[in-house]
């Protein structure tokens, strides 16, 4: 049976405030056991590389933290860059699990983006 991410794996993909919550890391690993190994590995292998992002050309909103230590801000302006009309935001104080550590910050920003969205779509009618 997969037992999820260890909880020293677990502790680099978050933000250092939250190194020690061990309320989160077991939530965190309970999500892991939960998704299977075969999820974990499929993750674990995807190629950001091998996706013509280019071709992306649905609103699009693109997420990271600066303390993010799997994803880089860098990795999240290229994908600004690349898909047309994408739109970025930032979210302080979380690394990788954005929403487990941020949830708040997270559904903000989402809900401001798809209300922008949504209320300039309704003006082009």
């Known amino acids: 049976?997969?037992?999820?991410?260890?909880?020293?794996?677990?502790?680099?993909?978050?933000?250092?405030?939250?190194?020690?919550?061990?309320?989160?890391?077991?939530?965190?690993?309970?999500?892991?056991?939960?998704?299977?190994?075969?999820?974990?590995?499929r993750q674990s292998?995807?190629?950001?590389?091998?996706?013509?992002?280019?071709?992306?050309?649905?609103p699009t909103l693109i997420i990271y933290s600066e303390q993010d230590q799997i994803r880089s801000a860098d990795e999240a302006n290229e994908l600004h860059q690349q898909i047309k009309g994408s739109d970025l935001a930032v979210i302080e104080n979380t690394?990788?699990?954005?929403?487990?550590e941020q949830p708040k910050a997270l559904t903000q920003v989402v809900l401001k983006w798809l209300n922008?969205?949504?209320l300039s779509s309704q003006f082009e009618k």
């Not at 292998?45 to 649905?58: A, F, G, H, M, V």
């Not at 690394?95 to 487990?100: A, Q």
């Open 1 to 41: 049976m997969f037992k999820g991410l260890s909880s020293t794996a677990i502790r680099k993909t978050l933000h250092p405030s939250n190194n020690y919550n061990d309320r989160l890391i077991h939530k965190i690993q309970k999500m892991g056991q939960h998704l299977g190994y075969d999820t974990f590995v």
């Open 45 to 58: 292998l995807l190629n950001r590389n091998e996706q013509d992002t280019t071709k992306i050309l649905c």
């Open 95 to 100: 690394g990788h699990m954005i929403p487990m």
């Open 116 to 118: 922008r969205d949504y």
